[in-house]
């Protein structure tokens, strides 16, 4: 689990598809002094696992249904990505809690300067409308957000400085896919009232 509180961005070094798996090595200066083998890291928010580590670098494995279900399928050598290790029992949690398993994948529909902040409007799926909702939470490339605006088939967020300087989101552009996952709350809700209509 983790708390959408970016530590960190890394960069894609290689990408390397051996026996039909695909492995991204991530260089992460100073960031892997008590990470082990087997430690989960948030990698723009979806939770994967270290399968082999140096002193700056790190290697996970991405299976077919992480493929399938966030932005990876089009990352390239030298993707900025936005890094968190799993949270701590006695960690303070300043975000959201944050699964790290990505709902499904945005499009930057526009890009809003407002003096130093930024507002994004993202293009989301039919489906994902029903969890947002204004002022609640969702995690944007593993970065915790407070939703500022909801639509028929988008919703936007609001940037503080902060955020743009040290998470990857100052370098979207239009079109560009982003990994989201709704806040866990809203998905329980969700699952309590479907349940709820069933046994009537």
């Not at 983790?2 to 039909?20: A, L």
């Not at 494995?61 to 050598?77: I, Q, R, V, Y």
């Not at 407070?146 to 990857?168: D, E, Q, R």
């Not at 239009?174 to 998905?187: G, Q, S, W, Y």
Request: with cysteine.
């Amino acid at each position: 689990m983790f708390s959408g509180i970016v530590e960190k961005t890394g960069t894609i070094k290689k990408i390397n598809k051996r026996q039909k798996k695909i492995y991204f090595t991530i260089a992460a200066k100073n960031f892997l002094r008590d990470i082990k083998i087997g430690s989960s890291i948030s990698c723009d928010g979806a939770c994967l696992t270290v399968v082999k580590k140096t002193k700056n670098n790190f290697d996970v494995e991405l299976m077919p249904e992480t493929l399938n279900l966030t932005k990876f399928a089009g990352s390239k050598a030298g993707d900025l990505i936005n890094l968190e290790k799993s949270l701590k029992v006695s960690d303070r949690v300043d975000g959201h809690f944050v699964m790290g398993h990505i709902d499904a994948v945005g499009a930057i529909k526009k890009i809003i300067k407002d003096g130093e902040y930024t507002n994004l409007v993202i293009k989301v799926p039919r489906q994902l409308i029903k969890y947002l909702a204004y002022k609640g939470s969702a995690s944007i490339n593993g970065v915790s957000l407070t939703i500022s605006g909801v639509g028929k088939l988008w919703f936007k967020v609001s940037l503080i400085t902060h955020t743009l300087k040290i998470t990857n989101l100052s370098k979207l552009k239009v079109d560009d896919k982003v990994n989201i996952e709704i806040d866990m709350l809203a998905r329980y809700l969700k699952s309590l009232l479907d349940n709820a209509k069933i046994t009537k």
